[in-house]
């Protein structure tokens, strides 16, 4: 299968998005998904969202940043 556009995954860090402006935002949300998982891998917390930027269709991709467990847990006293 081949991409639909190319997705700037790799030149993006956690917590860095970028937009990908489409007529088709759902078939370009699966595309865009499906790329991301296979450059970044499995476990890269990823995440879209279909909207409207600058009057202009798309959809938004973003490169979460990965939490970590031992943050969120409580210290022992």
């Known amino acids: 299968m081949q991409k639909i556009y190319d997705y700037p995954w790799l030149?993006?860090?956690p917590g860095e998005s970028f937009f990908v402006?489409?007529?088709?935002p759902w078939v370009v949300a699966i595309d865009g998904m499906r790329v991301g998982k296979l450059?970044?891998?499995k476990k890269t917390p990823i995440s879209y969202r279909?909207?409207?930027h600058g009057a202009m269709l798309g959809v938004l991709f973003t490169v979460r940043p990965r939490s970590t467990?031992?943050?969120s847990?409580?210290?022992d006293s």
Do not use: K
């Open 50 to 52: 279909v909207g409207v």
């Open 21 to 24: 402006p489409t007529l088709d």
């Open 69 to 71: 467990r031992s943050a």
């Open 39 to 41: 450059e970044l891998g």
């Open 11 to 13: 030149r993006c860090r």
């Open 73 to 75: 847990l409580p210290a």
